[in-house]
């Protein structure tokens, strides 16, 4: 894997971007010298749900699959705990994410809870159709009625009246250009 040619910042010398399910499946043209991968959730979410030849056709010439380190997955669930996104990401989303953390590659998604977290791992990101956000955000779980924060991402009422919970920003900041 060596590569004498100019350094772009990822392993072997060449670009990489990690592709999450949209990414595959509205898989674009994606320049040949970038390398792609994915990782086996999402081919088994392409595979159950979005499964088409074009899809098939694209995993079979041009995807890579890896699976993240587990010392990887445990640095993003903490990042995304720390945000508040933890609640709304999939298994899969944080496989995804892990992947692309730990080979210092470009994320591929459109969802910004995904953008939010490669954000704050100081990863870049790009999205395909939508706008990216343009801003970081963390996140808090308080209560409707008495503003009390909850406790831990998986609550579900408000400990101290029963209230109904609901997200809202703690603090945000402009993304870096
Ligand atoms: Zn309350």
């Known amino acids: 894997m060596n590569d004498s040619g100019t350094q772009t910042g990822a392993a072997g010398g060449g ?90 590659a470009l994320l591929v998604t459109e969802d910004y809870s995904m953008q939010n977290i490669a954000e704050a791992a100081g990863i870049g990101f790009i999205s395909l159709y939508l706008p990216p956000i343009r801003e970081f955000v963390e996140w808090e779980l308080r209560c409707l009625s008495c503003g009390a924060p909850a406790e831990g991402s998986g609550a579900k009422e408000c400990r101290i009246c029963g209230g109904k919970l609901i997200t809202r920003r703690r603090r945000s900041r402009p993304l870096r250009e």
């Open 15 to 104: 670009i990489i971007y990690v592709l999450d399910t949209s990414a595959i499946y509205n898989a674009t043209d994606y320049p040949a010298d970038i390398t792609l991968y994915s990782t086996p959730g999402v081919l088994r979410e392409l595979r159950r749900v979005y499964r088409t030849e074009r899809a098939e056709l694209f995993v079979e010439t041009r995807l890579r699959i890896a699976e993240p380190a587990r010392g990887s997955i445990e640095k993003v669930r903490e990042i995304a705990r720390r945000s508040g996104d933890i609640s709304r990401l999939s298994p899969t989303d944080i496989e995804v994410l892990s992947l692309a953390v730990e080979m210092g």
